[in-house]
């Protein structure tokens, strides 16, 4: 009786509700203190700093750094949400339910990626609306700025899921994201525009993959960007390719999930 | 009765080189409880992990009431509840938010009133709201429970049940067990109390050093291997064992006020009425006598011994 088994929706549903509902327990956490460091940044780059900062690109300082701070706030959350989100299972023991139960992988990254990518679309959301108190904004290409801020989501949640299974201990779980993801996002023009930068640096800084996504967000808001916006949505898109490669093969593998 | 588990030639090394599991051949009969008894480190988590899906094994064949566990995996799991050793639960969920959640990742349809009637069972619905970090040990193991059983499972693996388990939740749980089995559920136990083995089971199987060493229907292995002692408790102590008696290989208290006679219930050894036949004609007077029967234990400890 080998009937084609239907996909657990179920599962992915169960799954998905445990996550969201964890946000909202932690609202505090995982809402409240965002908005605040993000209200920080404006006080202190928006109008202590930037008042002293002329245009960017034609765009007032403190509106020239919402993208960046949306993105700063994405890579950072969605990868602490999905990275804790399995983590924290396979750190208590509980993961045993989950690996035996009738889901698939594709189901388990499903439920996972997607409820990290939600919580912090959601977040990036208020944060915007919280920019928008602060300074006057437009979205020129609303369709693809909610295009790059799904896909952002969706791949660095995808990176964190990975850094979760990866991690062994609280301290690796931290790691990457201390010290590679923030000096990558700080140095990825968040604050500034990499025509700012002198020389050698505008072309060091084009390694850095953080840049496309800022310089493409960005674009979606003024029409402005770093680099072009096809290089942008080509390079997420190979950083989101090379997370599933990883994914896929993690687990073909059950590496350090089903040893 | 056909199998409901059937599991062929598995092994398991893991990647330190560590072979766990070496050649496993091994059928559960649907609707029996089967005890499967072992030392600490003999493979008996190991097994279970690899039939309900959380640790791959290296080699060899397991069907689930048919369904190949790596093929079918979908159909294979959706018939297994496990509750395993360790009490692994999220601490920060309710107990209705965390066993609901089972039953959907195992793609059953919300069924409050199934829910209510597990959390009934297991005296869990009075917390249903408390967060598992608030329960008590007892109470989480009875939360383990819960979750296996929420999805309607035809298979029930308790790996250590009752380990650290009190008396009274022992017993609850014993009383669960019969009576999921009168419900058609099969059970696969795990553990080192013999005593539950020997109370629950109706098979029992062997494992030591990742080798299954024996598969038995309990009675007939009490019958096989149960040794039966007599002990004589002598008017006047004895120096020694006259030479009439020999034969019995009979041994001698220190004080020499006790005689003890082992012997199993299919060995040629002669019987007991003969023994007594020949101490009287000995002249040895007892004033009281006892028998037992050896345990599962002592079976057990024997049986793992033998190994080199």
């Known amino acids: ?259 | 009765m056909s199998s409901i588990i059937s599991i062929s030639g598995v092994t398991k090394t893991y990647a330190t080189g560590f072979k766990a599991l070496k050649e496993i051949n091994l059928d559960i009969e649907r609707g029996e409880i089967f005890a499967l008894l072992g030392p600490n480190g003999a493979g008996k988590t190991t097994l279970i992990s690899i039939v309900c899906g959380i640790v791959n094994r290296s080699s060899g064949s397991v069907t689930v009431d048919g369904h190949d566990i790596s093929r079918d995996y979908r159909a294979a799991r959706s018939l297994i509840g496990l509750v395993p050793q360790e009490l692994t639960i999220d601490a920060f969920e309710t107990v209705w938010a965390t066993v609901n959640y089972s039953r959907g990742l195992f793609g059953k349809a919300p069924n409050k009133d199934f829910v209510e009637k597990v959390l009934r069972d297991l005296s869990l619905w009075e917390k249903k709201d408390s967060k598992a970090i608030t329960l008590s040990g007892g109470m989480k193991r009875r939360l383990m429970i819960a979750k296996a059983l929420s999805h309607e499972p035809r298979v029930l693996f308790l790996d250590e049940p009752t380990a650290g388990v009190d008396v009274e939740l022992r017993q609850d749980m014993w009383a669960m067990v019969r009576r999921l089995r009168e419900d058609g559920v099969t059970i696969i136990l795990t553990t080192h109390y013999i005593e539950e083995a020997e109370a629950m089971a109706d098979r029992v199987g062997v494992i030591n050093k990742g080798e299954i060493i024996l598969v038995e229907d309990k009675a007939e292995l009490m019958r096989k291997l149960g040794r039966k002692q007599m002990r004589l408790e002598l008017r006047a102590p004895l120096a020694a064992i006259p030479d009439g008696l020999s034969r019995y290989a009979l041994e001698l208290s220190e004080g020499g006020n006790e005689l003890t006679y082992t012997y199993d219930n299919q060995s040629d050894r002669p019987g007991v009425a003969s023994l007594i036949r020949d101490l009287e004609a000995a002249g040895i007077q007892f004033r009281d006598l006892d028998t037992k029967n050896s345990s599962l234990e002592e079976i057990f400890v024997n049986l793992v011994r033998q190994e080199p």
């Open chain 1, 1 to 259: 009786m080998n009937l084609p088994a239907a996909p657990n929706f179920r599962a992915v549903w169960a799954i998905y509700r445990v996550e969201m509902a964890r946000a909202f327990r932690t609202v505090l956490q995982s809402i409240i203190s965002p908005v605040i460091s993000t209200s920080l940044y404006f006080v202190v780059f928006g109008s202590a700093i930037g008042s002293r900062i002329n245009e960017i690109d034609g765009i007032a300082y403190g509106a020239f750094i919402v993208p960046g701070l949306m993105m700063l706030s994405l890579l950072t959350q969605s990868i602490s949400n999905a990275s804790f989100a399995i983590y924290f299972p396979k750190f208590v023991g509980s993961i045993y339910e989950l690996l035996s139960a009738p889901v698939s992988y594709l189901e388990i990254i499903i439920a996972y990626v997607g409820g990290a990518a939600t919580k912090s679309i959601m977040l990036g959301l208020i944060i915007l609306a919280t920019a928008a108190l602060f300074v006057p904004l437009r979205i020129e290409h609303p369709f693809w700025m909610i295009a790059f801020l799904v896909l952002t989501a969706v791949t660095f949640s995808l990176f964190g899921f990975i850094i979760g299974i990866w991690a062994k201990t609280f301290e690796q779980l931290q790691l990457v994201p201390l010290l590679i993801v923030t000096p990558l996002t700080f140095l990825g023009g968040s604050f500034y525009s990499i025509h700012m930068l002198p020389g050698i640096w505008k072309t060091i800084t084009l390694f850095n993959p953080v840049v496309y996504l800022i310089s493409g967000f960005r674009w979606s808001f003024y029409g402005k960007a770093d680099v072009s916006v096809g290089v942008s949505l080509g390079m997420t898109l190979v950083f989101l390719a090379i997370c599933i490669a990883i994914v896929a093969w993690i687990f073909k593998t059950g590496y350090r999930l089903r040893n």
